[in-house]
């Protein structure tokens, strides 16, 4: 039991270390192109569930800067897609977790509405300056707990 214990950490950090790798320069050359600042898939998906990134949120023009506690829904106009419930579920099994699977037996009158996915993100120029020039320079130590290089906050 003792070996199985010592050999688990070393695994860990073996498969963790896959993810430690520098992009290439072909990834880098890629990011803010086809890939967003921070390396995801532009063009959403092919079947639609994942929108286009369109470079981010703007705040609603409902929102008033001098009451920061209050944020106006952005999609409040938006209606559902469709509802996932007990009726239709066998049509939308493969999307939905084995959770609500059984919350939707127990409780038949629950409904999941389903909206169109956005995706919100926006960062301030200097944040998406400092993102891409960090692609190129800064790196994380071999343990994988420090940064090393020149890195931009």
Known sequence: MNKKLCLTPLLLVGIASEGWAAPGADEIARLGNDLTPWG??????????????????????????????????????????????????????????????VMLRKYPGFRMDVYPSHRTAKYPDYVIANTLKNAETCRLTENGLQLAGTCYA
């Open 40 to 101: 995801a898939i532009v063009a959403g998906n092919e079947d639609g569930t994942i929108a286009p990134y369109n470079g981010g949120l703007e705040p609603p023009s409902s929102y008033d800067p001098s009451r920061p506690g209050f944020r106006p829904d952005p999609f409040a106009d938006e209606k559902p897609l469709f509802s996932v419930t007990a009726e239709n579920l066998d049509d939308h099994a493969e999307h939905v977790s084995e959770g609500f699977k």
